[in-house]
């Protein structure tokens, strides 16, 4: 049974779920479909990631009631400032056919997203998003724009993974009461993620994978995380982690491995700037 965690406004949000960046349109409706089969009740799509209208017929034709599933997607840069994100939301409604979503979030720290935030506030306030949040915004902006707003971020979704552990982000989180979310647990297998021994061994002695222990140790840090695959298998070796715990040790040993530098985005990097703003005119799936 995948547990759930309380946010700022009361909400329950499952800490795991399915995310769906890279999956074609093509693919990406029976993808969906066979996570909701296997359990996973958080779906994670994006404007950017052009798979909104499969993730929605999948909602349509799955059989689980609407209520029971939490929804997410995301304006990109484009769509920033107040008015391009009022129409970039409804554009998303409507591609997935849903009346209201669980979870819209800020993709960037780009662009106007202090107009896009007042469109956020006044769509929480309509009752037509249960909750808001960001993505990739460093300690800095997120303080900033906490102190700046209304309605503080529910979710701040960041890279975060065993070589990129965040630990000054967390903290920062905790005391703004802003709730983690890490996209690309695996770091996509970069950087020998999947070759660890140390990952390895703690897999072994606990009868999983190194997979599992990596989604199971963000968890117990209360950090919900959005593993992807179009496997079956997979899908369902990702659920396992719900019957296991990691102890003291084993996560002395995890923290060992945190290189603190990012594997999949650096958005202080000036050529890191420039890639997503390319991807406005290339939007080849890249990690975004």
């Not at 909701?36 to 689980?64: F, H, K, M, P």
């Not at 701040?156 to 989180?173: A, G, V």
């Not at 996509?188 to 703690?202: D, H, Q, S, T, Y």
Request: with cysteine; aromatic share 10%; charged share 30%.
């Amino acid at each position: 049974m995948i547990e759930r965690i309380k946010l700022n406004n009361g909400i329950e949000m499952p800490m795991e779920g399915f995310g769906v960046f890279q999956i074609p349109e093509e693919d990406c409706e029976e993808a969906v479909r066979t996570a909701i089969e296997e359990g996973y009740r958080l779906i994670d799509t994006a404007s950017s990631y052009q798979n909104e209208e499969a993730v929605g017929r999948a909602i349509r034709r799955c059989g689980v009631p609407r209520e029971e599933l939490f929804i997410t997607t995301k304006a990109y840069i484009q769509q920033m400032g107040y008015e391009n994100t009022k129409e970039a939301f409804e554009g998303s409604l409507e591609k997935l056919g849903l009346e209201y979503l669980d979870l819209y979030l800020i993709h960037m720290p780009f662009g106007d997203y202090y107009g896009s935030w007042r469109a956020l506030e006044e769509l929480y306030k309509a009752g037509k998003i249960r909750a808001i949040g960001v993505c990739n915004f460093l300690p800095d902006r997120l303080l900033d724009l906490c102190y700046n707003v209304e309605i503080r971020p529910q979710i701040n979704q960041i890279e975060r993974h065993p070589h990129y552990q965040r630990k000054e982000d967390l903290e920062i989180m905790k005391e703004l009461g802003v709730q983690p979310q890490a996209w690309a647990p695996f770091a996509e297998g970069l950087k020998g993620m999947f070759g660890e021994p140390v990952l390895k061994a703690i897999a072994e002695k606990h009868g999983k994978t190194s997979a599992q222990v990596i989604l199971r140790w963000n968890v117990q840090q209360d950090v919900i995380v959005i593993p992807k695959s179009v496997h079956r298998e997979r899908m369902r070796e990702n659920l396992g982690i719900w019957d296991f715990k990691l102890d003291d040790a084993d996560m002395e040993q995890i923290a060992s491995l945190d290189k603190n530098c990012p594997s999949m985005l650096d958005t202080r990097k000036i050529s890191e700037v420039k890639r997503v703003y390319d991807y406005l005119e290339n939007p080849v799936l890249t990690s975004l």
